[in-house]
């Protein structure tokens, strides 16, 4: 019951805070209207909306996710530039495949993330997500193994999802 309430709540402030930032206003029509809002989808949503609820919230937890937005993004320029110098190139050298690789997270929303995550960066898709394996579509297969393919996509992700999330 104290899980369910704590898992409430975090939603509503969540909610609220993010109404409070697309705003930028303290006026008190709008806190009232994001007040209500707020409890409205936390009274709606309470049970679907696991990203705040799987939260680790420690100091960690807090300080870990700004630099895996940053990791992220890193992440994205690169694949970007990558796969701008696949297609670009005259011989196109793409190896195609589906590779297969492992995660140690064991949240639904942590899995969830590090598939979107990969999914997200150009040049790997994940097809399929079935318990702690990703099969992931690869534009260049640089190596089958399970455990160098881990370490080439999932790593850098999990590394900062694991703290996150679990």
Do not use: C, Q
């Amino acid at each position: 019951m104290m899980s369910k309430l704590k898992d409430f709540a975090l939603l509503f402030a969540a909610l609220l805070l993010f109404w409070g930032l697309l705003n930028a206003s303290l006026a008190t029509d709008v806190v009232l209207v994001g007040l209500v809002a707020a409890l409205v989808i936390a009274l709606l949503f309470r049970n679907s909306l696991s990203v705040f609820s799987e939260f680790r919230a420690t100091p960690r937890a807090f300080a870990t996710a700004p630099v895996y937005v940053l990791y992220f993004l890193k992440e994205l320029v690169k694949s970007n530039l990558r796969l701008a110098a696949i297609v670009l190139s005259p011989s196109l050298p793409v190896t195609p495949g589906i590779v297969k690789v492992r995660t140690k997270l064991k949240s639904r929303m942590g899995r969830l993330l590090l598939a979107n995550s990969i999914t997200l960066t150009p040049g790997t898709l994940t097809v399929e997500l079935r318990d702690e394996w990703l099969y992931i579509h690869w534009v260049t297969v640089e190596s089958t193994d399970i455990d160098a393919a881990t370490a080439n996509i999932v790593a850098g992700f999990e590394h900062y999802l694991e703290v996150m999330y679990g």
